[in-house]
């Protein structure tokens, strides 16, 4: 594991995926200590005021590998134990299918970005600061009464990533999902879904299918297996 820090980036996935295309092996870690051009899911900016965590690592697939997109939840898990080794664990909670919640508050972001072999996991973590959004609670571990350097998250960070992911290889996806089962908010708890096209379904959470998927109960009582939507909850 290598861990680089610059002052500045346009956006740490951005360089990482360019060092994936130039041979640089797994374990990298890139943190910036401000970005200007940072990238949430779904293409939304993701404001980068200094104090906070930007980062991305580098996993390069293998055949045996399960999944790639399971790598999202593999991230979840391991940034869940992360701000859970500073904030109360019981209010540190997974909203599907990685962000990280404190008390409902969304406090982090992950974006995976793929090109042939490499796969790019950004992880963004509000520290210091944390944006007003006019559709969603945000909250920051200073608001925790928790201080904490980019660095010194970074390493607990990347110390159970690596962890997660040996887990993830040597034992399968199953590992991941119970424990991402067992972070996440409850079974039962309401959501809403919006497609990449706007349509939206409301349901109760019902768990994951065993490759990650979202499975959402309707009033009507069918079950809905989502593979990509934005989820809030409702």
Do not use: C
């Not at 900016?45 to 200094?50: F, L, R, Y």
């Not at 944390?130 to 110390?159: G, I, K």
């Amino acid at each position: 594991m290598t861990i680089r820090t610059v002052d500045t980036t346009d956006s740490t996935n951005g360089d990482v995926l360019a060092l994936a295309r130039q041979g640089e092996a797994e374990g990298l870690w890139l943190m910036a200590r401000q970005q200007s051009a940072g990238r949430g899911r779904q293409g939304r900016a993701w404001i980068s005021p200094p104090g906070n965590l930007y980062a991305s690592t580098l996993v390069r697939l293998r055949a045996s590998d399960p999944g790639a997109a399971t790598l999202a939840l593999v991230a979840a898990v391991a940034l869940h134990g992360a701000i859970a080794t500073f904030v109360p664990a019981p209010g540190v909670t997974i909203k599907w299918p990685n962000d990280l919640l404190i008390d409902g508050a969304k406090v982090s972001g992950i974006l995976l970005e793929r090109s042939g072999d490499a796969v790019v996991v950004g992880i963004g973590v509000n520290l210091a600061h944390h944006p007003a959004l006019p559709d969603r609670d945000t909250t920051s571990l200073a608001a925790q009464r928790a201080s904490v350097a980019p660095e010194v998250f970074l390493d607990v960070l990347a110390e159970g990533f690596a962890r997660w992911l040996a887990r993830w290889r040597g034992e399968g996806f199953a590992v991941v999902r119970r424990a991402w089962l067992a972070a996440a908010h409850p079974v039962g708890t309401a959501l809403a879904s919006r497609a990449a096209d706007g349509t939206v379904e409301q349901g109760l959470f019902d768990g994951l299918d065993r490759d990650g998927a979202l499975i959402l109960r309707l009033a009507s009582g069918d079950r809905r297996v989502i593979h990509a939507a934005d989820v809030v909850l409702a």
